[in-house]
């Protein structure tokens, strides 16, 4: 059987999870590197084959709304594992908490007395020209002051090894089932690992998930269901992971309806009263009477029934202000504002082009930098400078000049690397990290998380929908 070998692989240039830059295989990685030695090539192709057909037969699929071929696709599931020393993930645990409870009292704020505002932390123009910004959510309270109670916190981690957040995700983050089903994958591919290993749980997440929608709301046995666009929905497989994994109901806008401002799913049995709704229906497409009036795919008289307070949503309509990447820049200032702490995990250098001195750098800089839309996401509406042509950098400074409030810019950063089976060998590719944070009564964050790695050699864009895969993220106990 051939040996698997290392003899080819670069770590250098990078940093690289697996191997130091000399090449030394990084502590936590050693035990897994010998398992490594004694598989072979033959028994890895054949655990990696696996897995394919593991996924498929789970139904793990999602659609790309860019692909007219319309086909379902697996998010594909690298067999070695990201594996992520235990201080390192107590480090990450800190700094979300910082970072989650400072933003909850920025959006409590902002849709409620405005200080922040008021005091110059951040431009007023800078949250009036937001598209995220809801006015309609001007005076709510939701329960316990939480608006986001579910968040999918992007990191990345740099040449120097640290740890940097590049985007916040406070709407209707995904990709929780595929760290949970990429967890029970593994657990049946490498399962002697696990124990020796000391990996930490994080079958406990729905539980978790039900006890914190529950905790939101004073009802006994309360009722809650799981709102999902549809079937056509890309990450539809998720909604009903989660919904049969809670024991809660899945239902689309049409099962639902509401009479004297209070919510009914509609039955067999007849009407039967909603007391929470963990809704994946982006706010725009939530109320044909509040937002957008040609929406089927949420429910009429929905948002007066949550102002009234007889049905919770999560995650709170409005949260997205939050999401915007220019209000992304001013997050520092925000945690320093509210918790007075300086912030735990660092932002990415980022240039804001609503002003004036950034848009001039950008422009003359754009070749070295990354451009995204604020309001973008899935690797969409970006352009990265180093790999791209002139004529792209002259149609996004067209772009940035007619709208710069549109537009934010970050230096190109070479995301970490952990190696990768690929066809023939294993190589490096790049990663980020998303973490899922459970917010209720407390912050309670699951010790794993959804890696997404880049397929593409030297690509630096992970996201499934532009041809990036996954990995098992394992949290290691330091005993």
């Not at 967890?183 to 002697?192: D, H, N, Q, Y």
């Not at 509401?258 to 919510?263: R, S």
């Not at 537009?407 to 066809?423: H, K």
């Amino acid at each position: 059987m051939p040996r698997i070998s290392f003899d080819q692989y670069i770590a250098k240039g990078f940093y690289d999870e697996m191997f130091d830059a000399n090449g030394k295989v990084r502590p936590h990685y050693k035990l897994f590197k010998k398992r490594l030695d004694k598989l072979g090539w033959t028994k890895l192709n054949f655990l990696q084959h696996s897995t394919d057909r593991a996924q498929l037969s789970l139904g793990m699929t999602f659609n790309v709304y860019s692909d007219n071929q319309g086909i379902e696709r697996i998010l594909h599931l690298d067999i070695l594992p990201r594996i992520i020393d235990g201080s390192d993930w107590n480090y990450l645990e800190k700094g979300l908490t910082q970072r989650i409870i400072a933003l909850n009292m920025f959006i409590d704020d902002l849709y409620n007395e405005q200080k922040v505002l008021k005091d110059k932390i951040i431009p007023h123009e800078l949250i009036a020209g937001t598209k995220s910004y809801l006015k309609e959510c001007m005076g709510i309270k939701p329960p316990l002051n939480v608006w986001s109670h579910i968040t999918g916190t992007d990191l990345i981690r740099g040449e120097d090894g640290n740890f940097y957040v590049l985007e916040d995700n406070l709407r209707c983050p995904s990709g929780v089932s595929y760290m949970l089903e990429n967890r029970e994958i593994l657990k049946r591919t490498f399962p002697e690992l696990f124990e020796k290993l000391h990996v930490r749980p994080v079958y406990n997440y729905t539980h978790h998930l039900r006890d914190m929608l529950e905790s939101l709301t004073p009802v006994q046995n309360a009722n809650i269901v799981v709102l999902t666009p549809g079937i056509y929905n890309s990450a539809y497989f998720e909604h009903a992971y989660l919904a049969q994994q809670m024991g809660a109901e899945l239902v689309e806008g049409r099962d639902l309806v509401v009479k004297n401002d209070i919510v009914y799913m509609i039955t067999s049995k007849g009407l039967q009263k909603v007391d929470v709704i963990y809704r994946r229906v982006d706010d725009d497409f939530l109320d044909p009477m509040v937002f957008r009036k040609d929406s089927i795919l949420g429910t009429s008289g929905l948002f007066n029934a949550y102002r009234k307070g007889n049905v919770v949503l999560v995650n709170a309509p409005g949260t997205g202000v939050a999401d915007d990447k220019a209000v992304y820049a001013y997050i520092p200032r925000i945690v320093k504002y509210y918790l007075g702490e300086d912030i735990i995990i660092p932002n990415v250098k980022t240039y804001i082009c609503s002003e004036e001195s950034d848009l001039k750098y950008v422009i003359e800089n754009i070749d070295k930098l990354v451009i995204k839309q604020t309001d973008g996401s899935g690797g969409y509406g970006m352009l990265i400078g180093p790999k791209s042509t002139k004529e792209e950098q002259q149609i996004f400074i067209k772009k940035i000049k007619a709208n710069p409030r549109n537009y934010i810019a970050q230096p190109t950063i070479n995301l970490s690397r952990v190696p990768t089976l690929t066809e023939g060998s294993i190589d490096g590719r790049h990663v980020d990290l998303r973490p899922y944070i459970l917010y209720g009564k407390d912050v309670k964050i699951i010790p794993g998380a959804l890696t997404r790695v880049a397929l593409k050699k030297d690509s630096l864009v992970v996201n499934s929908s532009q041809g990036g895969g996954s990995k098992d993220t394992w949290v290691l106990d330091n005993i």
